[in-house]
Structures are given as structure tokens and as C-alpha cells.
T-cell receptor, first 114, second 113 residues
Framework: DAGVIQSPRHEVTEMGQEVTLRCKPISGHNSLFWYRQTMMRGLELLIY????????DSGMPEDRFSAKMPNASFSTLKIQPSEPRDSAVYFC????????????FGNGTRLTVT | DQQVKQNSPSLSVQEGRISILNCDYT??????FLWYKKYPAEGPTFLISISSIKDKNEDGRFTVFLNKSAKHLSLHIVPSQPGDSAVYFC????????????FGKGTLLTVNP
């Protein structure tokens, strides 16, 4: 049973470059989430999709961040242009539509922007 | 403003003893609480949850207690095992949202053999 799959596991890039993080949710899960983890702020929800539609993007820090979910099995989080303060671990998670079903997280992408 | 607080960044216990991890919250709208465990270089994994209509939920060695009047919950691990060494996150969900979990910053548990 494959879990949530994220790629790449590590990304090192220079300030100003575009970064694209990828996520494949668990098959059959209809909700997908992007979280960011930093030492200062812990785990923060960036955006949430339900049935491929963005529902809540209030956690997206600024316009440099964008997320898409073109189909039920794929989502991207893009940062353009990237800045050093974007350095963090980015997690993708998915869940079923059942009320209070738990989130299943991927192993994250560690992003370093120099 | 942190709505979910885990005031102990770390905890160390001996194998076989009880581990007690604590979590406080401020938002009275939270009605569902979860604990996640995280190993290095992995994502958080769901451990146990509790609804606000209960004050205790048990699953094997893991028990979560909820004290609504104090806005406090705790996770008890008995007996603790070295494999339990991980970061434990407390999370809370407000009624009806079903998705916008608010996480604490985590407690690093180390179980010494």
C-alpha cells in the first residue's frame, strides 16, 4: 500500500530560481494538503484541495507561492521566485472524505534556498 | 498566537517506564484532538485521537486523556520502548472544519534502553 509520495526529497536552489515540489496522494483520498514546517512556526497549513479544487489557500504566504492539482493523483507547489526565508520542509498529506479521518503525510521535501 | 502549545520541547524516560506528553490549547472551538509521531526524515504518522465528547481513549500502549475544563490533553505511553523515540505532535481540529488542523510544535521523546 503506497503512501503519499513526494519528490524531490531534497532541493537546493539559489535565490530567485523557480522551485516545483510534487506530490502523489494515496489513491482514493479526495483531500490533499500542503504543509510547511519551520523551527519558528512549526507545521503550518498552506493550502487544501478537495476533489482537486482549492478550498482554502489562506495559509499561502504570498503570491510567490502557487499550488495546482490537475487531477486526483498529482499536485504541485511552486515557488517563484524563491527566497532564503522559504527554506523549510514541505509536507504533502492526503485523507479520505470521512469525517475526522486522519491525515496521511508524505516524507517531505527539504528545501534550501541560498 | 499559538493555539496549541506543547511546552516541553523534549522528554527523556527509561525503557519500561511511563512517558507522559502534554498539550494545552486555547481555542474552545476545538472538538477533536490527534497525536502524531514523527521519525527523522519521515512525515508525521497518525497515532491516536480523541473527540471532545470523551475524556479518554486507549489503543494498546497509548492512551490519550482530555480535560476540557483545563483545555489540556496528554498522551501516556506505557511501557515506553526505545522505538517510541520520536517527535510527538499534538493537533486540534475545530468543529466542522474537518481539515484545518492546528499543530503544536512538538515534543522530542527519547526512551533510553
Amino acid at each position: 500500500d503506497a503512501g503519499v509520495i513526494q519528490s524531490p526529497r531534497h532541493e537546493v536552489t539559489e535565490m530567485g530560481q523557480e522551485v516545483t515540489l510534487r506530490c502523489k496522494p494515496i489513491s482514493g483520498h479526495n483531500s490533499l494538503f500542503w504543509y510547511r514546517q519551520t523551527m519558528m512556526r512549526g507545521l503550518e497549513l498552506l493550502i487544501y484541495f478537495n476533489n482537486n479544487v482549492p478550498i482554502d489557500d489562506s495559509g499561502m504566504p504570498e503570491d510567490r507561492f502557487s499550488a495546482k492539482m490537475p487531477n486526483a493523483s498529482f499536485s504541485t507547489l511552486k515557488i517563484q521566485p524563491s527566497e532564503p526565508r522559504d527554506s523549510a520542509v514541505y509536507f504533502c498529506a492526503s485523507k479520505t472524505g470521512t469525517h475526522n479521518s486522519p491525515l496521511h503525510f508524505g516524507n517531505g521535501t527539504r528545501l534550501t534556498v541560498t | 498566537d499559538q493555539q496549541v502549545k506543547q511546552n516541553s520541547p523534549s522528554l527523556s524516560v527509561q525503557e519500561g517506564r511511563i512517558s507522559i506528553l502534554n498539550c494545552d490549547y486555547t481555542n474552545s472551538m476545538f472538538d477533536y484532538f490527534l497525536w502524531y509521531k514523527k521519525y527523522p526524515a519521515e512525515g508525521p504518522t497518525f497515532l491516536i485521537s480523541i473527540s471532545s465528547i470523551k475524556d479518554k481513549n486507549e489503543d494498546g500502549r497509548f492512551t490519550v486523556f482530555l480535560n476540557k475544563s483545563a483545555k489540556h490533553l496528554s498522551l501516556h505511553i506505557v511501557p515506553s520502548q526505545p522505538g517510541d523515540s520520536a517527535v510527538y505532535f499534538c493537533a486540534a481540529d475545530s468543529g466542522g472544519s474537518n481539515y484545518k488542523l492546528t499543530f503544536g510544535k512538538g515534543t522530542l521523546l527519547t526512551v533510553n534502553p
